[in-house]
């Protein structure tokens, strides 16, 4: 992939995919190690501000240095924290969100989080494991910033000469999920509707959420992806995360019984293809998902349960497979 300007900060690596088109690329070092975009032009716009403050302080330096001022617009992906909790940094802009981000936001507490950053590794093996995915972040300041402008249909944005459409594929990833679509430079920042590593919590939502992947493959037929996680990518790599998603549906007809466990069920599901993906391990919540969803049980985010399963998948992935360590800084490779 060819870029223009790439400039790299403490926090952040900035790749311009089109002219004043910047992807903001974060290590890949796990949970909520987000990415997010700005395109200087026109007014100025920033799709998604990250976890905490200091890495959308950095962003908001960056558009500063770049463009002179702040953007008046920021566009947010979906309600996840680690894609909306920089927000109040950008307090000034026009933060536009899908309606749905204000219901399902209440699900995450900056709070709880800031304790398990600061506490987490006396925790049960839910609280530790998360505690080693977020080392590097501080939620210290962080609060929920409202919304100003809430959308539930596709919304044409313009910056200057440049039109931005921003699509609505909810729900998949989330109830709340907004393209950014450049139609012109065939460019789009996808949130967490792409990335390595998906989790998704029902067979309802794997759909509707290879329904997204279909229609970024076969309508939109982009050029420049910008995944929620991870490097920047093309359409390949969005192939690769239906086919992950396709494959585990498939694995787990293959391999499902009404007996066994889901980790069970999970330690049968060949996902030899994908172990390249970030925590391959995480397969056992899709499982789950599908396995209670086939029982008539509902799952619940039982982060403590969820972390000692997937420790034990881990330990069989790796030595079924020989899984190789992940390389956080392979999303800055180029
Ligand atoms: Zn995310």
């Given at each position: 992939m060819k870029y223009g300007r790439i400039i790299t900060k403490e926090r952040l690596k900035y790749y311009e995919v089109a002219d004043n088109v910047f992807a903001a690329i974060?290590?890949?070092?796990?949970?909520?190690w987000a990415n997010a975009g700005f395109i200087n032009k026109g007014k100025g716009l920033v799709y998604d501000t990250f976890f905490d403050l200091p890495h959308a302080r950095e962003l908001k330096r960056f558009c500063v240095e770049m463009g002179g001022r702040a953007p008046t617009y920021v566009v947010c992906s979906h309600y996840n924290a680690d894609h909306t909790w920089g927000n109040q940094e950008f307090s000034d802009s026009v933060i536009i969100m899908h309606k749905n981000a204000v219901r399902e936001h209440f699900s995450e507490d900056p709070k709880a989080w800031d304790s398990i950053i600061r506490e987490g590794q006396n925790g049960g093996p839910g609280e530790q494991w998360i505690h080693n995915e977020l080392k590097g972040f501080d939620l210290t300041g962080v609060r929920w910033q409202d919304p100003d402008i809430l959308i539930e249909a596709n919304t044409k944005i313009m910056l200057n000469d440049m039109e931005v459409d921003v699509i609505s594929v909810a729900p998949s990833h989330s109830d709340s999920d907004l393209l950014l679509w450049l139609p012109k430079e065939k460019v789009v920042f996808c949130g967490d509707v792409v990335f390595g590593g998906a989790i998704a919590y029902s067979a309802k939502g794997i759909k509707l959420w290879t329904g997204a992947l279909d229609f970024i493959i076969n309508e939109l037929k982009p050029e420049v992806v910008i995944p929620g996680h991870g490097a920047i990518c093309g359409l390949d790599f969005v192939k690769e995360c239906k086919d992950y998603f396709e494959t585990v549906m498939s694995e787990f007809e293959k391999h499902y019984d009404e007996e066994s466990s889901a980790l069970e069920i999970a330690k049968r599901c060949d996902i030899s293809r994908f172990l390249h993906l970030l925590e391959p391990y995480r397969l056992f919540i899709n499982i789950l998902a599908l396995t209670n969803d086939r029982r008539g049980v509902p799952t619940k985010p039982d982060w403590n349960y969820f972390a000692e399963e997937m420790a034990k998948l881990k330990e069989f992935q790796d030595q079924k497979y020989g899984v190789q360590s992940w390389d956080p800084m392979s999303s800055w490779a180029e």
């Open positions: 974060s290590p890949n070092r796990g949970l909520s």
